[in-house]
């Protein structure tokens, strides 16, 4: 109580300039810090945006691999079945595309700091289409069937190990995206309580000051119109 007597004290013997600065940046100090705040949050925020679309990137480039080398498969094995050209339009599309998904891995790893499994995967990579091309030549010449079953064994060897490597290297990177969406949501949430808060703050801060202000005016103003009944 004696504290608060002090405080008022203190207030009301301020002259009205100070107690005008003081107005002013009380609600202003607040503003700042508030903004300043927020400001943060929004870096951190953008920060795990930038995490989960780099790792986004690394696991959509991973699956754009594989699904070339699938439809590459499985247009060799449908030509090796036929003997029909028309099958191949599939595996000289995926070859036209594989490439470019290729180099789009490589840098997506680079970024992610996965450069070791993304190279396993991309000689695996060129082994699988080593392997399609050898069986292609083998149609074309008119091997028979039978006799390209130990080929074909083969290359879904390597293509069972190319859907592992695809589905570890994707794995990391989908979990680092559903971490980075929590984190991003639970920035927002904060974020849009500080805005709230800094708007409360800010409020209540101007009213305190409007009041405080207005006291000290209207003290000084009865104080004046004491002195002059006396004189």
Known sequence: MHEARGLRRWWLDRSLRAKGLIVVA????ALMAI??????????QNNERNVSIAARNLATAASQVL???????????????TRDPLFLAPYNLA????????????????????????QALDATTGQVLFQLAQLRSAVGRGTPVGNLRPALEDQ????????GQAANLADGPNDLVAIARNKITA????????DVAGLALGLLAGLAGIALFTSGVARRVALNAENARRL
């Open 35 to 44: 903004t300043s705040a927020n400001l943060q949050l929004q870096h951190d």
């Open 26 to 29: 009380v609600p202003l100090i």
């Open 95 to 118: 070859l036209t595309r594989i490439g470019a998904e290729r180099n789009s891995l490589r840098g997506a790893a680079v970024i992610e700091g996965v450069v070791r499994p993304q």
């Open 156 to 163: 879904k060897t390597t293509m069972d190990l190319l859907r």
């Open 67 to 81: 699904a070339d080398a699938v439809n590459a498969e499985t247009s060799i094995r449908g030509y090796a079945a």
């Open 187 to 194: 920035l927002q949430t904060r974020i849009d309580l500080l």
